[in-house]
C-alpha cells in the first residue's frame, strides 16, 4: 500500500468543538486540490450524517475516510456511557463508509476531552507531574477508553486509537506511557501525533519525536504529521498563555516552519513498519490563516523531503 498523505477539517479551522472554518464542500474540494486522497470526518455534523450522502460526498472526489475524533471527559466516571453513545453515534457513520476509496477501515479516534480542565488548559505545553491523574482516577479513565473502544468493536468492528492531546489529561510522555500500562493494546492503539507529542515534552527537543516512535510503536496503529513552532512554543511557555492561545498564535505552524524534520520521521516510520495513511493536521482556529494555501505548501513539502 504505501505512505498516503490525508488531511482534516482542523487544518480549515474546523476543530473540536471551537467552532467551524470553511463549509465541508469547499474543505474537502480544497483538499483534493492540493494533493490529498483522505479525509477525517470533523466535528460530528460538520459533514452529512446520513451515510448515502457521506458516501457520494467521498466517492465524487474519490477519498478515503480515515477516521473522526471523539473528546470524552474520562476522568469523570458519569461521562464514560454519554461517551460511549457518542463514541458508537460516529463510529456506526464511519462504518457506512469503510472501503469507499482505497479499503481502509476508519478509525474512531478517541481523545480526553482537552481545554475542560483549567489546570491542564492553562498549562498545556509545560504540564508537570503533579498535574496529572492519581492511580486511583488512572483506573477510571483507562476503563472509559476501553469501554468505548470494546463497544466499538463490538458494535461496528471497527479499531479506536487513543490520541494523546495538549490541554487533555494524556498529553506528556509519562502520561502516555502510563495510558498504554492501563490498557490491552488489543482492543485499543495509539495515534501519534508529532506536534502535540514534542509540545507536550515541555521542551524543543525534536529529536523526541523519533524516540518516541521507538518506544510506543507497539501500540501505533495511525498518524497524525503536525508540526510545532519552536519560538511560538517557547514564547507560550514563557508567557503562560494557554492551550488557546498557543493554538490561536501559531504553535501548530506549516509543516516545514517549525522544528521537526518530516523527512527523517517518515524514514523512521518505514523502517519500523508502518504502511498506511498519515493525516497531516495544521490546526488553526475558524477564520485563521490562508487554509488551502497551506495545505497547498504542506502536500509540496511532504512531497519533496519524503518523496511520497
Known amino acids: 500500500m504505501g505512505i498516503r498523505f490525508g488531511n482534516a477539517p482542523c487544518s480549515w479551522g474546523t476543530i473540536e468543538g471551537w467552532g467551524q472554518g470553511v463549509g465541508y464542500a469547499q474543505m474537502l474540494d480544497e483538499l483534493v486540490e492540493t494533493g490529498y486522497r483522505g479525509t477525517e470526518l470533523g466535528d460530528f455534523g460538520y459533514m452529512p450524517t446520513e451515510p448515502e450522502r457521506l458516501r457520494q460526498e467521498l466517492q465524487k472526489r474519490g477519498l478515503t475516510m480515515l ?4 473528546g470524552v471527559y474520562l476522568k469523570e466516571p458519569a461521562e464514560h456511557g454519554p461517551g460511549e453513545a457518542r463514541a458508537l453515534r460516529t463510529a456506526r457513520l464511519l462504518q457506512s463508509v469503510a472501503g469507499v ?17 483549567p489546570l491542564r488548559f492553562q498549562n498545556a505545553g509545560r504540564v508537570r507531574p503533579e498535574m496529572g491523574l492519581r492511580a486511583s482516577e488512572w483506573k477510571t479513565f483507562a476503563a472509559g477508553a476501553m469501554r468505548i473502544a470494546r463497544a466499538v468493536r463490538d458494535e461496528t468492528g471497527l479499531r479506536t486509537v487513543f490520541h494523546h492531546h ?5 498529553e506528556a510522555p509519562w502520561e502516555i506511557e502510563a495510558f498504554l500500562e492501563h490498557t490491552d493494546g488489543a482492543i485499543i492503539g495509539l495515534v501519534f501525533d508529532t506536534g502535540h507529542y514534542l509540545y507536550g515534552t515541555g521542551e524543543n527537543r525534536p529529536e523526541a519525536v523519533l524516540e518516541a516512535l521507538e518506544r510506543f510503536w507497539g501500540r501505533i496503529w495511525y498518524v497524525h504529521y503536525k508540526d510545532c513552532h519552536p519560538g511560538v512554543a517557547s514564547e507560550a511557555r514563557a508567557k503562560g498563555w494557554n492551550y488557546k492561545e498557543a ?9 516545514g516552519q517549525g522544528q521537526i524534520d518530516f523527512g527523517a520521521v517518515t524514514q523512521k516510520l518505514v523502517a519500523l513498519g508502518y504502511d498506511g495513511w498519515i493525516t497531516v493536521e495544521q490546526d488553526v482556529l475558524p477564520g485563521m490563516g490562508a487554509p488551502k494555501e497551506s ?14
Do not use: I, K, M
Not at 495538549?166 to 494524556?170: E, F, I, P
Not at 493554538?247 to 509543516?255: A, D, M, N, P, T
Open 101 to 117: 476509496g482505497d479499503g481502509w477501515q476508519p478509525l474512531l479516534v478517541l481523545a480526553d476531552e482537552h481545554s475542560r480542565d
Open 67 to 70: 477516521g473522526a475524533y471523539e
Open 247 to 255: 493554538v490561536g498564535r501559531g504553535v501548530f505552524c506549516e509543516l
Open 295 to 308: 495545505a497547498r505548501r504542506n502536500r509540496e513539502y511532504l512531497h519533496r523531503v519524503t518523496g511520497y
Open 166 to 170: 495538549c490541554a487533555g489529561y494524556v
